[in-house]
Every structure is written in C-alpha cells, then in structure tokens.
C-alpha cells in the first residue's frame, strides 16, 4: 500500500465550478500535511499547509481528518490558471522527509 | 521566499557515461537537502537524503554507488548520476529547507 494515496484523475471541470480532492495517508505518525501544487515540467510548489481545525486561503479550503487519516483540498470558483496536478504531502514525525502522493491532475476548461 | 537553484536544467547524455547535478540555496544555508526523481505521470520519489559533512543517507532500493552525492558546503549538493542508462531518464529535483521546504527547478535527464 502506497504511503500517500490520491485519485490521479484527470478531472476537467469547467471554469467557475468547484472542485474537491481526497488524500488518504497510511502512517499515524504522520504530522505534517500540505498541498503542493505542480506544473507540467516544473518543480512542485507549496499551495497550502493543511491543518486540524481546517483552513482556507481565498478559494482554497483545505481540512484534515486524522482519525480517519484523511486530507482533503476544495477549490472554489475555479479559474483557467488553476489547472495542474495537486500533490498531497505528508511528514512523518522525527523525519525532515516529505511523503509524496501520485498527484491529481486538474484541467479547468473555458 | 528563499531560492534553490539547480544546474543543469536539461541534460543529454549517452549511455555509460557519468552527469553531474548541482543544487544550491541561494540565500540560506542548508545542513540537509533532498534529492528526488519523477518519472512521467508519477509522484516525486525520495532518493536520498543530503547531509553537509557527511555521507547521504538513501531510501530502499537506491544504489547508492551509482547515484554518488556530495554535500561539501552548506549551499551545495551534487549528485552524480554513474554509468548512466536510459532507464535512468527522468526529472531530478532537489529540495532544501528554510522555514519551509523549497525545491530547485528540476533537471530533466535524458539518456540515449
């Protein structure tokens, strides 16, 4: 079983819906929890840290279910830009290593 | 935020033959970076940790003789992709951290 599991996709939705991605993580010891987002052939970049009262930035909502070890990314009103591939990232406790899943790739259409 | 920077951003090279990969933070110093590999469509894989002063410490199943890496000061890493095949042809990241992780640009190598 792979440490960080996502739905690869691809979505397409279109502009202005809302979108949802799910993440599960396998480790208890997990502590850590980010988004990053990745363009095609470019390096990852951080979108948002996830954490257990749930957050938001903007159009960003990110909420974290550690009992159930669960991570999810809501994007409202999606916009052309937000197309990429969302990479759930996980850090054990006691290790500096981030823990990557497969990613979901998002293609917002016009 | 802080910069990683990575060098090449692109190689070709022939089968057998041995590339060269630079990391550096560009204005912070780094005790550990990381070294990944994306193969397409596929998430980041960690290859092996980079520890300045001392030797790496690789992930299960990486050679660690072919993939040789350097961490000689606190703004650079290398990493020497050995006898390379093209089976080694892939996106190579490297990361560091500063208040939060930063990762370089990426080099994408390809061998013939």
């Known amino acids: 079983r792979k440490e960080v599991e996502q739905d690869p996709g691809p979505f397409n939705v279109p502009e202005g819906a809302t979108v949802a991605f799910n993440c599960t993580y396998s480790?208890?010891?997990?502590?850590?929890f980010f988004w990053y987002r990745q363009d095609c052939r470019k390096e990852p970049k951080l979108l948002m840290s996830?954490?257990?009262s749930g957050n938001e930035d903007g159009r960003f909502t990110a909420q974290l279910n550690r009992a159930s070890q669960y991570i999810s990314l809501l994007i409202r009103d999606s916009k052309l830009s937000d197309s990429a591939t969302y990479l759930c990232?996980?850090?054990?406790?006691?290790?500096?290593?981030?823990?990557f899943g497969q990613g979901t790739r998002l293609t917002i259409n016009p | 935020g802080a910069v990683v920077s990575q060098h090449p951003s692109w190689v070709i090279c022939k089968s057998g033959t041995s590339v060269k990969i630079e990391c550096r933070s560009l204005?912070?110093?780094?005790?550990?970076m990381f070294w990944y590999r994306q193969f397409p469509k596929q998430s980041l894989m960690l290859m092996a940790t980079?520890?300045?002063?001392?030797?790496?410490?690789?992930e299960q199943g990486v050679e660690k003789d072919k993939f040789l890496i350097n961490h000689a000061s606190l703004t650079l890493s290398t990493l020497t992709v050995t006898s390379a095949h093209p089976e080694d042809s892939s996106f190579y990241i490297c990361?560091?951290?500063?208040?939060?992780?930063?990762f370089g640009p990426g080099t994408r190598l390809t061998v013939t």
């Open positions: 996830v954490y257990s």
């Open positions: 990361s560091a951290r500063d208040d939060e992780q930063y």
């Open positions: 990232v996980v850090n054990v406790r006691g290790a500096q290593k981030l823990v």
């Open positions: 204005d912070f110093q780094a005790t550990t």
């Open positions: 980079s520890n300045e002063g001392s030797k790496a410490t690789y």
């Open positions: 480790n208890s010891a997990s502590q850590s």
